[in-house]
């Protein structure tokens, strides 16, 4: 049983007025205010991780010239470069400065899915019944009007990869059980699990969502899933840390997989999604790596299950997941929403993300590659 508490006690205002980390005369952007945690000892619904900084009255604040870069940074690529250029919408807000990093993303009709890792720093919403923090991994539910709901994952795995596969009715998503902190008792191999999607519309806010896991084929010699994108009957699974991608056919309904290729990936993959446009077969890839650096959009064209490079979109820093949309177009979200990179809680605040993207980007397909 999972219950939510309300874990700060109070939110300080570091001014007097809002400061927006991206101009908002359009009136399409969403304003963030940017606040610190209380994490006195006394709250005894804080991590431990974050009590332990405390005893060096450890400041949660962003400063204000770092604030002013994002900023400054923010407004030149919404307006200066093809990622501006073909933003159609940015204005579905989720989680912002919390305990979670936004890594997967897929859209099924009118619904737009986004899977979190806990970070453990930053503040915590879901807690245990005996107090203690549930480190869950979660993905979150946004329609039309905004949240949805929110179901956590029966792991606290990096969650990656989420995509959807229509012809077999199923939801997929990476796990890894070396860093499963819930299930420590599996083996260390690369896993995906995937749940059915009317199981999954049928949980409630908040409920556990169980899923069935499958290994890799004996192929395979990925070391880690770290991310996943479905096409057709088909079903592609990156490894981040050797720059690997496998394509396997999925087969018995979606719930086996037969090897089919490898490709050699750009190097810091995070995200990918595979698509048709004109005729043709792309793959666009997700890069990113460090808080301080932008990170890019790069697009291969594939022939005969080669890899050619296509263009290559620079974007603001620490993206994840690139998906296809309900129209056709990309859709991509950013990890530096999560206050451990906000605000550097795992450094001192010494090292912030020069960007704060807090919500899901949409790019035009036809600008994208036409740019």
């Not at 450094?347 to 397909?365: A, E, R, W």
Request: hydrophobic letters at 25%.
């Amino acid at each position: 049983m999972v219950k939510i508490i309300n874990t700060v006690n109070e939110k300080i205002k570091i001014s007097d007025k809002n400061i927006n980390t991206i101009d908002t005369s359009d009136n399409k952007h969403p304003q963030v205010e940017i606040q610190k945690l209380d994490v006195s000892s006394e709250n005894k619904y804080v991590p431990e991780e974050l009590k332990l900084n405390t005893d060096n009255n450890y400041d949660y604040t962003v400063s204000i010239s770092k604030l002013e870069a994002s900023k400054d940074r923010l407004n030149s690529f919404f307006n200066n470069n093809t990622f501006a250029n073909s933003l159609i919408s940015y204005d579905l807000k989720i989680h912002t400065d919390s305990c979670y990093a936004s890594q997967g993303c897929c859209q099924i009709g009118d619904v737009t899915q986004v899977s979190s890792y806990n970070t453990g720093y930053g503040n915590q919403i879901y807690y245990n019944n005996d107090g203690t923090v549930d480190y869950s991994s979660i993905i979150e539910f946004f329609d039309s009007e905004g949240h949805q709901k929110t179901l956590l994952l029966d792991n606290t795995c990096h969650v990656g990869g989420l995509s959807y596969s229509e012809n077999f009715n199923t939801l997929y998503i990476t796990e890894y059980a070396a860093n499963d902190k819930k299930n420590s008792g599996k083996n260390n191999k690369p896993t995906i699990c995937y749940y059915d999607i009317d199981y999954v519309a049928s949980l409630g806010d908040g409920e556990v969502l169980k899923g069935t896991s499958i290994e890799l084929p004996k192929e395979s010699s990925l070391t880690h899933a770290s991310y996943l994108t479905v096409n057709d009957n088909y079903l592609y699974v990156g490894d981040f840390h050797t720059n690997r991608l496998e394509k396997y056919e999925l087969i018995n309904n979606g719930k086996s997989l037969n090897y089919v290729c490898s490709y050699n990936t750009p190097n810091s993959t995070q995200g990918l999604c595979v698509y048709n446009y004109q005729g043709e077969e792309y793959i666009a890839f997700s890069c990113s790596e460090g808080r301080t650096k932008d990170s890019n959009l790069i697009i291969m064209s594939t022939e005969s299950n080669q890899l050619s490079n296509f263009k290559t979109i620079k974007m603001p820093c620490l993206s994840e997941q690139v998906s296809i949309d309900k129209d056709g177009n990309f859709m991509i979200v950013f990890e530096n929403d999560t206050a451990k990179y906000q605000e550097g809680l795992d450094n001192d605040g010494s090292k912030c993300s020069t960007d704060v993207i807090d919500f899901v980007c949409h790019l035009d397909m036809d600008k994208v590659m036409n740019s």
